[in-house]
T-cell receptor, first 114, second 116 residues
């Protein structure tokens, strides 16, 4: 998990509230990603950003929003429009040059909405 | 579209025995293949990758994987399992394009349980 921090580790919210998950990296990576993990479904891509001030929707972006104002930070907001927000959220980063294609992951945030 | 299949939800092996976690992939063109491991309530840790070259790739913690293009497989192996290897293992694939964003597609994961 080194180099990428996510906070908080556990987060509880009431239905109808927006919540923002933090992701910070000190690896000097250009690209950052948000994934959602549900039991038996693997990881699904929510949003990704290849460069500051630019981001793209992934496979399941509905009900989520992101910003990329700084290279090291990529916060994810889970809005009230997300129908089933309870999940384990993982942030990752990678370089965009050379041949080091693997993504490095943070420790995750477990969000529970009731 | 690329995809990854991990046909076994769980693999059980006794400590000291060899282990194999299976992965097959589908991608147009040449694949880049990855294995990650996840311990409970933790993020994913990179184990190894195949980009090009030797079909047998060695990675962290004594793990290795064999790329088989004809069978479109990338099975994870270890000669002698440890109880501490018990975790959730993910295979992932992306297209081998030099430019542009290439999404990493993950399998659904295989839980490895190593008994003492």
């Amino acid at each position: 998990d080194g180099g990428i921090t996510q906070s908080p580790k556990y987060l509880f919210r009431k239905e109808g509230q927006n919540v923002t998950l933090s992701c910070e990296q000190n690896l000097n990576h250009d690209a950052m990603y948000w994934y959602r993990q549900d039991p038996g479904q693997g990881l699904r891509l929510i949003y990704y950003s290849q460069i500051v001030n630019d981001f793209q929707k992934g496979d399941i972006a509905e009900g989520y929003s992101v910003s990329r104002e700084k290279k090291e930070s990529f916060p994810l907001t889970v809005t009230s429009a997300q129908k089933n927000p309870t999940a384990f959220y993982l942030c990752a980063s990678s370089t965009t040059s050379g041949r080091t294609y693997e993504q490095y992951f943070g420790p995750g945030t477990r969000l529970t909405v009731t | 579209a690329q995809s990854v299949a991990q046909p076994e939800d769980q693999v059980n092996v006794a400590e000291g025995n060899p282990l194999t976690v299976k992965c097959t992939y589908s991608v147009s063109g040449n694949p880049y293949l990855f294995w990650y491991v996840q311990y409970p309530n933790r993020g994913l840790q990179f184990l190894l990758k195949y980009i090009t070259g030797d079909n047998l790739v060695k990675g962290s913690y004594g793990f290795e994987a064999e790329f088989n293009k004809s069978q479109t497989s990338f099975h994870l192996k270890k000669p002698s399992a440890l109880v501490s290897d018990s975790a959730l293992y993910f295979c992932a694939v992306r297209k081998s394009r030099n430019t542009g964003f290439q999404k990493l597609v993950f399998g659904t994961g295989t839980r490895l349980l190593v008994s003492p």
